[in-house]
């Protein structure tokens, strides 16, 4: 019983600590992009609500695909027999769809929100802070902010 405890309290913490890693990259996310598309305080007023809608929604597909696919892999590659294969390319595809869907939706509000110039900026925005938080967590500077 104090193993299952240990357990449950280890899970927990873990859970906590991925949450709070994942607000404060968010927060790092929202400065970054607010400086780098140069919003107005109106753009801002209303670009948020609707990326930030979207962005969970991005977030929850990415679990999905986490959970539903890369948890078969964890048994390794040499055990997968082609019709798992076929089932985990199938799912993997879903969800890639779901998010190019998910992605038109947004700019199509977006459109309405900020400028096309701004629209293109946001994409060139998001991929330069992937690559900066990628590179800052290959050299040990998470705790510094990406720019």
């Known amino acids: 019983m104090k193993k299952l405890i240990f357990i449950f309290l280890l899970a927990s913490i873990s859970m906590h600590a991925q949450d709070k890693r994942h607000e404060k990259i968010k927060a790092l996310k929202t400065a970054y992009i607010t400086e780098k598309l140069a919003l107005t305080s109106t753009e801002a007023e209303k670009f948020w609500p609707i990326y930030n809608n979207y962005d969970d929604k991005f977030h929850e597909l990415r679990k999905k695909e986490r959970n539903e696919i890369f948890q078969k892999l964890r048994g390794g590659l040499d055990d997968l027999t082609d019709a ?45 802070f992937k690559r900066e938080l990628l590179s800052r967590y290959k050299h040990g500077k998470d705790d510094k902010d990406p720019k």
């Open 84 to 128: 798992e294969a076929n089932e985990l390319i199938d799912k993997n595809l879903s969800i890639e769809s779901s998010q190019l869907e998910q992605k038109k939706q947004m700019i199509a509000e977006l459109r309405n929100v900020i400028s096309p110039k701004k629209i293109i900026i946001l994409k060139k925005t998001e991929d330069d």
